[in-house]
T-cell receptor, first 116, second 114 residues
Protein backbone atom coordinates (compact mmCIF):
# COMPACT_ATOMS: atom_id res chain seq x y z
CA UNK A 1 0.00 0.00 0.00
CA UNK A 2 1.58 3.26 -1.09
CA UNK A 3 2.07 5.93 1.55
CA UNK A 4 1.28 9.61 1.44
CA UNK A 5 3.04 11.26 -1.47
CA UNK A 6 3.94 14.91 -1.52
CA UNK A 7 5.34 16.72 -4.52
CA UNK A 8 7.64 18.39 -5.07
CA UNK A 9 10.06 17.51 -2.27
CA UNK A 10 11.98 20.75 -2.55
CA UNK A 11 11.06 24.13 -3.95
CA UNK A 12 12.73 27.51 -4.15
CA UNK A 13 10.58 30.53 -4.89
CA UNK A 14 11.02 34.27 -4.90
CA UNK A 15 9.15 36.69 -2.65
CA UNK A 16 5.87 37.72 -4.20
CA UNK A 17 5.44 34.57 -6.25
CA UNK A 18 2.80 31.96 -5.63
CA UNK A 19 3.28 28.23 -5.13
CA UNK A 20 1.16 25.09 -5.30
CA UNK A 21 2.01 21.96 -3.34
CA UNK A 22 0.43 18.59 -3.95
CA UNK A 23 -0.51 15.71 -1.67
CA UNK A 24 -1.77 12.30 -2.66
CA UNK A 25 -3.21 10.47 0.33
CA UNK A 26 -3.21 6.77 0.97
CA UNK A 27 -5.69 5.00 -1.25
CA UNK A 28 -9.11 4.97 0.37
CA UNK A 29 -8.35 7.83 2.76
CA UNK A 30 -10.72 10.76 2.45
CA UNK A 31 -9.24 13.20 4.92
CA UNK A 32 -6.20 15.31 4.16
CA UNK A 33 -4.66 17.78 6.59
CA UNK A 34 -1.86 20.24 6.01
CA UNK A 35 0.71 21.42 8.53
CA UNK A 36 3.50 23.99 8.43
CA UNK A 37 6.71 23.25 10.31
CA UNK A 38 9.20 26.00 11.10
CA UNK A 39 12.03 26.12 13.66
CA UNK A 40 10.37 28.99 15.49
CA UNK A 41 6.71 28.02 15.52
CA UNK A 42 7.00 24.24 15.32
CA UNK A 43 4.23 22.25 13.70
CA UNK A 44 1.11 24.27 13.05
CA UNK A 45 -2.18 23.13 11.59
CA UNK A 46 -3.17 24.84 8.35
CA UNK A 47 -6.42 23.19 7.25
CA UNK A 48 -8.18 19.90 6.76
CA UNK A 49 -10.25 18.65 3.86
CA UNK A 50 -12.70 15.80 3.85
CA UNK A 51 -14.65 14.73 0.78
CA UNK A 52 -13.68 17.91 -1.08
CA UNK A 53 -14.88 20.20 1.74
CA UNK A 54 -12.73 22.23 4.06
CA UNK A 55 -13.77 21.16 7.55
CA UNK A 56 -11.28 22.95 9.71
CA UNK A 57 -8.88 25.83 9.36
CA UNK A 58 -5.96 27.04 11.45
CA UNK A 59 -4.87 30.60 12.11
CA UNK A 60 -3.16 31.45 8.87
CA UNK A 61 -3.75 34.41 6.56
CA UNK A 62 -5.92 34.13 3.48
CA UNK A 63 -2.82 33.79 1.31
CA UNK A 64 -2.87 30.15 2.32
CA UNK A 65 -5.59 28.16 0.62
CA UNK A 66 -6.26 24.63 -0.41
CA UNK A 67 -8.61 22.31 -2.15
CA UNK A 68 -9.35 18.65 -2.47
CA UNK A 69 -10.35 16.77 -5.58
CA UNK A 70 -12.82 13.95 -5.99
CA UNK A 71 -9.99 11.41 -5.85
CA UNK A 72 -8.99 12.86 -2.44
CA UNK A 73 -5.78 14.36 -3.74
CA UNK A 74 -5.21 17.77 -2.26
CA UNK A 75 -3.36 20.89 -3.23
CA UNK A 76 -2.21 23.75 -1.10
CA UNK A 77 -1.59 27.18 -2.54
CA UNK A 78 0.32 30.08 -1.07
CA UNK A 79 0.07 33.40 -2.87
CA UNK A 80 2.31 36.44 -2.56
CA UNK A 81 5.06 34.49 -0.85
CA UNK A 82 6.92 36.04 2.07
CA UNK A 83 10.30 35.07 3.49
CA UNK A 84 8.54 33.76 6.59
CA UNK A 85 6.69 31.20 4.52
CA UNK A 86 9.89 29.21 4.22
CA UNK A 87 9.07 25.95 5.96
CA UNK A 88 8.51 22.24 5.68
CA UNK A 89 4.90 21.64 4.64
CA UNK A 90 3.55 18.30 5.74
CA UNK A 91 0.44 16.57 4.58
CA UNK A 92 -1.38 13.90 6.57
CA UNK A 93 -4.05 11.51 5.44
CA UNK A 94 -6.48 9.52 7.52
CA UNK A 95 -9.34 7.22 6.74
CA UNK A 96 -12.44 8.92 7.99
CA UNK A 97 -11.23 12.20 9.29
CA UNK A 98 -12.39 12.23 12.87
CA UNK A 99 -10.02 11.45 15.71
CA UNK A 100 -12.66 9.24 17.27
CA UNK A 101 -12.63 6.97 14.25
CA UNK A 102 -9.02 7.20 13.21
CA UNK A 103 -6.28 5.25 14.84
CA UNK A 104 -3.59 7.40 13.30
CA UNK A 105 -2.78 9.99 10.70
CA UNK A 106 -0.16 9.07 8.14
CA UNK A 107 2.24 11.80 7.15
CA UNK A 108 4.13 12.37 3.93
CA UNK A 109 7.79 13.36 3.77
CA UNK A 110 6.85 16.95 3.19
CA UNK A 111 7.73 19.69 0.77
CA UNK A 112 10.53 21.96 1.85
CA UNK A 113 9.78 25.43 0.56
CA UNK A 114 12.45 28.10 0.56
CA UNK A 115 11.47 31.67 -0.23
CA UNK A 116 14.31 33.96 -1.25
CA UNK B 1 -7.76 26.06 24.75
CA UNK B 2 -5.69 23.17 23.55
CA UNK B 3 -2.02 23.21 24.38
CA UNK B 4 0.82 20.71 24.46
CA UNK B 5 4.04 21.44 26.32
CA UNK B 6 7.26 19.56 25.87
CA UNK B 7 9.57 21.29 28.28
CA UNK B 8 12.67 19.41 27.19
CA UNK B 9 13.99 21.04 24.04
CA UNK B 10 16.97 18.75 23.63
CA UNK B 11 18.24 15.66 25.44
CA UNK B 12 21.48 13.74 25.01
CA UNK B 13 22.07 10.34 26.52
CA UNK B 14 24.61 7.62 26.00
CA UNK B 15 23.49 4.51 24.17
CA UNK B 16 21.81 1.87 26.35
CA UNK B 17 20.63 4.42 28.88
CA UNK B 18 16.93 4.86 29.54
CA UNK B 19 15.39 8.21 28.68
CA UNK B 20 12.01 9.76 29.39
CA UNK B 21 10.44 12.47 27.27
CA UNK B 22 7.91 14.60 29.09
CA UNK B 23 4.60 15.84 27.73
CA UNK B 24 1.98 17.95 29.50
CA UNK B 25 -1.27 18.88 27.82
CA UNK B 26 -4.21 21.20 28.36
CA UNK B 27 -7.74 20.68 27.16
CA UNK B 28 -11.26 21.49 28.31
CA UNK B 29 -12.76 18.47 26.58
CA UNK B 30 -13.44 15.21 28.37
CA UNK B 31 -12.87 13.20 25.21
CA UNK B 32 -9.51 13.70 23.57
CA UNK B 33 -6.68 11.80 21.96
CA UNK B 34 -2.98 11.92 22.65
CA UNK B 35 -0.26 10.97 20.21
CA UNK B 36 3.47 10.58 19.99
CA UNK B 37 5.25 10.96 16.67
CA UNK B 38 8.89 10.50 15.74
CA UNK B 39 10.52 12.69 13.11
CA UNK B 40 13.82 11.28 11.82
CA UNK B 41 16.16 13.45 9.73
CA UNK B 42 14.31 12.42 6.57
CA UNK B 43 11.41 14.61 7.67
CA UNK B 44 8.30 12.48 7.70
CA UNK B 45 6.38 12.05 10.92
CA UNK B 46 6.22 8.46 12.07
CA UNK B 47 3.26 7.50 14.22
CA UNK B 48 4.18 5.81 17.50
CA UNK B 49 1.04 5.70 19.61
CA UNK B 50 -2.49 7.04 20.05
CA UNK B 51 -4.29 7.07 23.37
CA UNK B 52 -7.85 8.15 24.09
CA UNK B 53 -8.72 9.99 27.27
CA UNK B 54 -10.67 7.09 28.72
CA UNK B 55 -7.81 4.65 28.59
CA UNK B 56 -5.22 5.38 31.25
CA UNK B 57 -3.49 2.04 31.02
CA UNK B 58 0.20 2.29 30.45
CA UNK B 59 1.42 0.79 27.23
CA UNK B 60 4.61 -1.01 26.38
CA UNK B 61 5.82 -1.75 22.89
CA UNK B 62 9.25 -3.30 22.82
CA UNK B 63 11.69 -0.74 24.21
CA UNK B 64 9.03 1.98 24.18
CA UNK B 65 6.57 2.66 26.98
CA UNK B 66 4.05 5.37 27.68
CA UNK B 67 2.71 6.64 30.99
CA UNK B 68 -0.64 8.44 30.76
CA UNK B 69 -1.78 10.23 33.92
CA UNK B 70 -4.95 12.33 33.69
CA UNK B 71 -4.45 13.63 37.23
CA UNK B 72 -1.33 15.49 36.11
CA UNK B 73 -2.34 15.90 32.43
CA UNK B 74 0.80 14.13 31.38
CA UNK B 75 1.62 11.60 28.71
CA UNK B 76 5.28 10.71 29.09
CA UNK B 77 7.30 8.51 26.77
CA UNK B 78 10.19 6.31 27.90
CA UNK B 79 12.75 4.59 25.73
CA UNK B 80 14.53 1.76 27.49
CA UNK B 81 18.05 0.74 26.51
CA UNK B 82 18.27 3.53 23.94
CA UNK B 83 19.95 2.99 20.60
CA UNK B 84 21.58 5.39 18.15
CA UNK B 85 18.69 4.82 15.73
CA UNK B 86 16.37 6.39 18.30
CA UNK B 87 17.97 9.76 17.60
CA UNK B 88 15.22 11.99 16.23
CA UNK B 89 12.78 14.71 17.17
CA UNK B 90 9.82 13.41 19.12
CA UNK B 91 6.48 15.19 19.14
CA UNK B 92 3.66 14.82 21.59
CA UNK B 93 0.27 15.86 20.20
CA UNK B 94 -3.35 16.32 21.19
CA UNK B 95 -6.63 16.14 19.30
CA UNK B 96 -10.07 16.80 20.70
CA UNK B 97 -13.11 14.82 19.65
CA UNK B 98 -14.98 17.90 18.44
CA UNK B 99 -12.09 18.94 16.24
CA UNK B 100 -10.00 17.15 13.66
CA UNK B 101 -6.79 19.10 13.91
CA UNK B 102 -3.81 17.81 15.80
CA UNK B 103 -2.04 20.25 18.11
CA UNK B 104 1.64 19.46 18.41
CA UNK B 105 4.13 20.28 21.10
CA UNK B 106 7.38 21.97 20.09
CA UNK B 107 9.17 18.65 20.09
CA UNK B 108 12.13 17.20 21.94
CA UNK B 109 15.31 16.56 19.99
CA UNK B 110 16.86 13.36 21.27
CA UNK B 111 20.52 12.55 20.69
CA UNK B 112 21.68 9.04 21.46
CA UNK B 113 25.46 9.06 21.69
CA UNK B 114 27.40 5.90 20.81
Amino acid sequence: KAGVTQTPRYLIKTRGQQVTLSCSPISGHRSVSWYQQTPGQGLQFLFEYFSETQRNKGNFPGRFSGRQFSNSRSEMNVSTLELGDSALYLCASSSSGTPAENTEAFFGQGTRLTVV
Amino acid sequence: AQKVTQAQTEISVVEKEDVTLDCVYETRDTTYYLFWYKQPPSGELVFLIRRNSFDEQNEISGRYSWNFQKSTSSFNFTITASQVVDSAVYFCALSEERDDKIIFGKGTRLHILP
